[in-house]
């Protein structure tokens, strides 16, 4: 089977699809959970597929460091190693090189530089990333870039997107073709309206299966990111998968879907489940403030999620302020439920041709927060749509 996406409906700018892989279809918009390491942390395998999640994402940099790309390809490749049989993206480690990695040195060739686990000394290059990737296996492959922190300076901000288009081309002569895999370039240029449209023009000339918009979701405001999205949009291919990556909050995943983008991964709901943050329809529930002690409300009555149906919002906050993992465990999985109930909700109403009533009433959900819940009588019990 060859990689296709397959766009099956549209309601403005926002659209919904479906991407054909042979390890399965992502319906689209998609938001693909984090597994950086090879686990959704606190999560298991089969209960990521069970939220409605088509893909998860990996990344080169964590992976080459430990256990080895080499090791987990003697043990039959990622899908096997972490259980899991579906669709994988793997990001190419620029942007971790960049945050994460000690004395970093970059060039033309690569960068060079010490891992922030034990001060190994590595090379990464756009053919040593696609070779990770390939030893792998993973399904959709990302090009190295280098990704900037913002704010920058234009000409740092140029110099970055230029070098990242040399990679984009190194990078898709490395790729290893494979019936069904894929790779996709990764549009640059930070805040800059024209350094962005060169990006964009340049890598649509290139043989790449799917497009990013990388470089966002690192310091600048949300009203900078959308308006990058809508300056960028325009110029990639409308026959292929449009991916903002490490994008974002609920509000980002929304008001990215009104513009056009199909792919979105994000440690957000993983993160925020740790440390006692749920995502719910309501909005943000910081479960370890002290006046859910005594809530025996759960997080959510009409979610089908049981972590947000099933436990009182005291008990969450006894398991948080108890330094308890279930807690953890709880609201991690809380969160991606809301995450991919509200990617399926966009879904439906692209599909159907309502998303601005969609969006307007998820908004409006939002700014109500709580306050109608509290004093309303108890709702139904939740049904399978």
């Known amino acids: 089977m060859a990689f296709k996406f397959t766009i099956n409906g549209t309601d403005g700018a926002a659209r919904t699809g479906v991407i054909s892989m042979p390890r399965g279809a ?12 090879g686990t959704v942390k606190a ?46 993206l793997t990001d190419s480690g620029g942007f971790q090189v960049m ?53 920058a300076t ?48 340049a890598l649509a000339e290139m043989d790449f299966h799917g497009l990013a918009i990388g470089g966002l979701a690192v310091g600048e405001p949300q009203a900078v990111m959308l308006d990058m999205i809508e300056t960028v949009v325009p110029y990639l291919p409308q026959e ?67 972590a947000a149906r099933d436990y009182s919002r005291a008990y969450l906050h006894h398991l948080f302020k108890s330094g308890e993992i279930l807690g953890m465990m709880l609201l991690t999985w809380a969160n991606l439920h809301y995450y991919q109930d509200l990617m399926a909700g966009m879904r439906k109403a692209i599909a159907e041709g309502r998303f601005s009533d969609f969006y307007g009433e998820t908004k409006a959900q939002w700014a109500r927060g709580e306050v109608e819940e509290e004093t309303r009588v108890p709702l139904d019990p939740p049904t399978e749509s």
């Open 99 to 151: 945050s994460l990695s000690k004395l970093r040195k970059l060039d033309e060739n690569g960068v060079r530089f010490q891992s922030h686990i034990d001060g190994s000394k590595h090379l990464l290059t756009p053919e040593r990333s696609m070779e990770i990737q390939h030893l792998l296996d993973s399904d959709i492959h990302m090009q190295f870039d280098e990704c900037v922190k913002l704010p």
């Open 240 to 306: 292929k998968p449009r991916y903002l990556m490490g994008v974002g909050t609920p509000d980002d995943l929304l008001e990215s879907v009104r513009r056009g983008v199909d792919m979105f991964d994000c440690v957000m709901p993983t993160r925020a489940g740790r440390h006692g943050l749920a995502y719910t329809r309501f909005g943000r529930i910081n479960i370890k403030n002290a006046r859910y002690a005594d809530d025996s409300r759960p997080l959510d009555l009409r979610s089908l999620c049981p």
């Open 154 to 201: 234009p000409q740092e901000v140029e110099r970055a997107m230029l070098l990242s288009l040399r990679w984009a081309e190194r990078s898709r002569k490395a790729f290893f073709e494979k019936e069904g895999r894929a790779i996709f370039g990764i549009v640059q240029g930070g805040d800059n309206h024209k350094l962005r449209v060169d990006s964009a023009k």
């Open 26 to 37: 992502i319906r689209t918009p998609a938001f693909m959970p984090v597994g950086t390491a």
């Open 43 to 88: 999560m298991y395998a089969d209960q990521v597929k069970a939220l409605g999640a088509d893909i998860v994402l990996g990344n080169v940099y964590h992976l080459m460091l430990r256990p080895g790309a080499e090791r987990v390809a003697e043990l039959g490749g990622l899908h096997k190693f972490m259980n899991w049989p579906h669709p994988i």
